[in-house]
């Protein structure tokens, strides 16, 4: 299982960038894990590209989050970026 802690760029379809920190897991095909996002609105959840400090991206989807709390849920598409 290979993992990656630390600062990442989610960004939207119209090109809205968010900096956030992520815990991220990979496992065989399936990768998955979390993002602190601080002032953000995840209401319309929907696929974003995930891009780390190196340049490496890949999609994800966004998942839910409770209203009180800056901790969403994502899930990979495709090959991990770590």
């Known amino acids: 299982m290979s993992r990656y802690r630390g600062p990442a ?3 939207s379809s119209d090109g809205e960038e968010v ?5 991220l897991r990979a496992k065989q095909r399936e990768w998955s894990g979390t ?4 002032d953000f609105d ?9 891009r780390l400090p190196d340049g490496r991206e890949a999609q994800v989807t ?12 994502l899930v990979g ?6």
Do not use: C, K
Not at 19 to 23: C, H, M, S, T
Not at 35 to 38: E, N, S
């Open 42 to 50: 995840a209401s319309g959840l929907h696929d974003r590209t995930l």
């Open 9 to 11: 760029t989610l960004i």
């Open 62 to 73: 966004l998942g839910g989050s409770a209203a009180w709390s800056d901790v969403i849920a």
């Open 77 to 82: 598409n495709g090959p991990p970026p770590f």
């Open 19 to 23: 900096e956030v920190y992520v815990d």
């Open 35 to 38: 993002a602190t996002i601080g």
